[in-house]
C-alpha cells in the first residue's frame, strides 16, 4: 500500500497541469542561459576584438606624435620644491610596450591560440593590478568598491596562475569559465539555489490543497493521516530530486558541448580572512570538493521545504498561498541584506537559516566576504539547517495532530 500510494502521489505530480508548463518554462529559461546568456556573457577578463583593436589604432597615434615631434625619451613631470629632483615618465616606452602586449594578445585570439593569450593577459595584470583596482566602472555600485576590486584581482590571478600550472590544455571555455564543470560552480556561486529551492516550493505548494477535490475517495484510505503526509513529503522529494538532476545534467550536457566538459581538479578560490585583501587572506579547494560539499547540502534544503510547505498546506490550505509564503521565506534574507547587516534582532546572521539557503557562497567564504564577517561557515551551516528542519518536524506532527484528516477535508 505504501509503495502504491507513493508511486501514485509521484505521479500526480508529474503529470499535474501545474508541473507540465511550470517545466517547459524552466527548460525554456536553461536553454536561454546555456545557449544565449552565459556564452556571450560580457565579464571583466571577457576579450572585446573590437575595443582592442580600438585601442591599438589610439596606442599607434600617439606614438606617431611623439615620433613627429621628436619626444620619445623620457618626460620630465614632477619637480620638488627647492630641489634640482626630476623623475622622468618613459610614456614614449610605455605606449611601444602596452602596443606589442595588446598585438601579441590579439594575434593570439585570433589563431586560437588560448595558452599564450593566458600567459600574456597573466603577465600584464601581474604587474598592473589597476588594471582592476582603479577601474571605475567596476562594481561602481557597490558599496565598497575599492574592496570588491581587490577581491576581485586576487580571485583572478589565482584561477590564472592555477590554470597555468596545470597540464591540462588552455582553452577558450577553460579560460572564460564556460566549461561543463565551471558553468556549474558559477551557476551554484549565482544564486542557482534560489532558483532550485524555488523550483520545489512550486512543485510541493499543492500536495494538500489538490486532495480536497477528491475528498470521498481519499478518506477512506487504510493509511493514517501522519503517515499520508510523510508519503506525500517523499513523493515530491524524489520528484524534485529527479528535477534537479535532469536540469543539472542537461544543462551541464549543453554547455560541454559547447566549451567541454571541464577539470574537477581546479582550484576554487576561498575567503579565509579579511585582514589584508592579499594573498595571505585566501586559500583553495579542488573543484570537485566545492561542487560536493555544495551538492551534498542540496537534499537537505528540499527536504526542508518540502515539509515546510506540508505545514503551510495544513494550515492555509491553498496552493497559491503556500506558494506565496514559501517564496517569501526563501528570499526573506533578500529584504533586509546589506553589506553591513550582521545582526537580526540582535543575533548574529549566521544563526538563522535563510542565510544559508544561497548555500553556493558559504562555501568559498564568499557570504563572510559580502557581509564583513568570518561567523559563517560550512559546519555552522549545516548544523543550522539541521535544527530547522527538526523544529519542522516537531511543528508538522503537532499541526497534523490538531488539523488531522476530517478536519482537513472538511474545513472551508
Not at 508529474?14 to 542561459?33: D, G, K, Q, T
Not at 582592476?132 to 590571478?157: G, V
Request: charge should be neutral; proline fraction near 3%; include cysteine.
Amino acid at each position: 500500500m505504501n509503495w502504491n500510494y507513493l508511486k501514485h502521489e509521484f505521479l500526480i505530480t508529474a503529470r499535474s497541469r501545474r508541473s507540465i508548463p511550470f517545466v517547459f518554462f524552466v527548460a525554456f529559461l536553461l536553454f536561454s542561459f546555456c545557449l544565449i546568456l552565459w556564452p556571450y556573457a560580457n565579464t571583466k577578463e571577457g576579450f572585446n576584438k573590437k575595443e582592442t583593436v580600438e585601442h591599438l589604432a589610439y596606442l599607434d597615434e600617439q606614438m606617431d606624435l611623439r615620433e613627429s615631434i621628436g619626444n620619445t625619451g623620457l618626460v620630465f613631470n614632477m619637480q620638488r620644491i627647492k630641489t634640482f629632483l626630476q623623475v622622468g615618465n618613459p610614456v614614449y616606452a610605455k605606449l611601444s610596450y602596452e602596443h606589442d602586449l595588446y598585438s601579441a594578445m590579439l594575434e593570439s585570439f585570433d589563431d586560437r591560440n588560448f595558452e599564450r593569450m593566458l600567459q600574456l593577459r597573466t603577465f600584464y595584470l601581474q604587474s598592473n593590478p589597476n588594471e582592476y583596482l582603479e577601474d571605475r566602472f567596476l562594481f561602481q555600485t557597490a558599496p565598497f568598491p575599492i574592496k570588491d576590486r581587490e577581491h576581485a584581482y586576487q580571485q583572478t590571478m589565482m584561477k590564472y596562475e592555477d590554470y597555468l600550472s596545470k597540464d591540462h590544455p588552455i582553452t577558450f571555455g577553460l579560460m572564460y569559465e564556460k566549461t561543463g564543470l565551471q558553468s556549474l560552480q558559477n551557476f551554484l556561486q549565482n544564486y542557482g539555489m534560489y532558483m532550485l529551492l524555488f523550483c520545489v516550493i512550486y512543485f510541493s505548494s499543492d500536495i494538500l490543497s489538490r486532495d480536497r477535490k477528491h475528498q470521498s475517495v481519499l478518506q477512506g484510505l487504510p493509511l493514517s493521516w501522519y503517515r499520508q503526509l510523510n508519503l506525500k513529503s517523499l513523493s515530491v522529494f524524489l520528484y524534485s530530486a529527479a528535477f534537479i538532476l535532469v536540469f543539472t545534467v542537461v544543462g551541464m550536457l549543453i554547455m560541454t558541448i559547447q566549451f567541454g566538459f571541464g577539470h574537477f581538479d581546479l582550484n576554487v578560490p576561498i575567503m579565509i580572512g579579511q585582514q589584508t585583501m592579499s594573498p595571505e587572506d585566501y586559500s583553495v579547494m579542488s573543484l570537485a570538493a566545492y561542487l560536493g560539499k555544495t551538492l551534498v547540502v542540496l537534499p537537505l534544503l528540499v527536504i526542508l521545504f518540502v515539509r515546510l510547505n506540508v505545514v503551510l498546506g495544513l494550515l492555509f490550505k491553498n496552493e497559491w498561498v503556500v506558494l506565496f509564503i514559501g517564496s517569501l521565506i526563501l528570499f526573506s534574507e533578500r529584504l533586509y541584506f546589506t553589506r553591513s547587516t550582521r545582526e537580526l534582532f540582535g543575533k548574529d546572521v549566521s544563526l538563522f537559516p535563510q542565510t544559508y539557503f544561497d548555500f553556493g557562497k558559504i562555501i568559498d567564504g564568499e557570504k563572510n566576504f559580502l557581509l564583513n564577517t568570518e561567523t559563517i561557515y560550512y559546519a555552522k551551516g549545516i548544523i543550522v539547517l539541521l535544527i530547522t528542519y527538526l523544529i519542522i518536524e516537531v511543528i508538522l506532527f503537532i499541526v497534523s495532530l490538531f488539523m488531522n484528516k476530517r478536519r482537513f477535508y472538511l474545513a472551508k
